[in-house]
């Protein structure tokens, strides 16, 4: 199975789209993520869903706002709020973490590569198949 990150945008109005991914289709929301960092000084979040496999178990989709929201332990913001009322709406919580900014890797597909093996690790996210 292959299990890919869709990055939607960077999370400042993106965030409304993945709220919509989540609300018209709550039964395929594995599980909810909140990606904690520090960008250029700010305290900021990545927010995303992992959804369950497609009907033949090829495929698995993360979806996600990369980096374009306040971090919520900072400062309370509307978009996250959103966010976790969809996830509780479908019987979820919120798993977070917190972790290296993308910029600190020279190419987005490395920083989705370290935040598979740290959901691989903390085993949120299915082993491959």
């Not at 939607?8 to 909140?34: C, F, N, S």
């Not at 972790?99 to 093996?117: A, D, H, M, W």
């Amino acid at each position: 199975m292959r299990q890919k990150f869709i990055e939607l945008g960077e999370g400042y109005t993106d965030i409304y789209e993945l709220v919509e991914l989540g609300r018209q289709m709550p039964e395929r929301i594995e599980q909810a993520l909140a990606f904690y960092c520090e960008k250029n000084g700010q305290p900021s979040a990545s927010l995303a869903f992992i959804m369950k496999p497609t009907s033949e178990q090829k495929f698995q989709p993360i979806y996600i706002c990369r980096e374009g929201i306040p971090n919520p332990h900072e400062k309370q913001n509307k978009r996250f709020t959103m966010f976790k009322e969809t996830a509780e709406e479908a019987g979820k919580s919120v798993v977070e973490f917190t972790v290296k900014p993308s910029s600190t890797f020279p190419e987005t597909e490395l920083y989705f590569n370290y935040l598979i093996g740290i959901l691989r690790t903390n085993k949120i996210l299915r082993p491959l198949s």
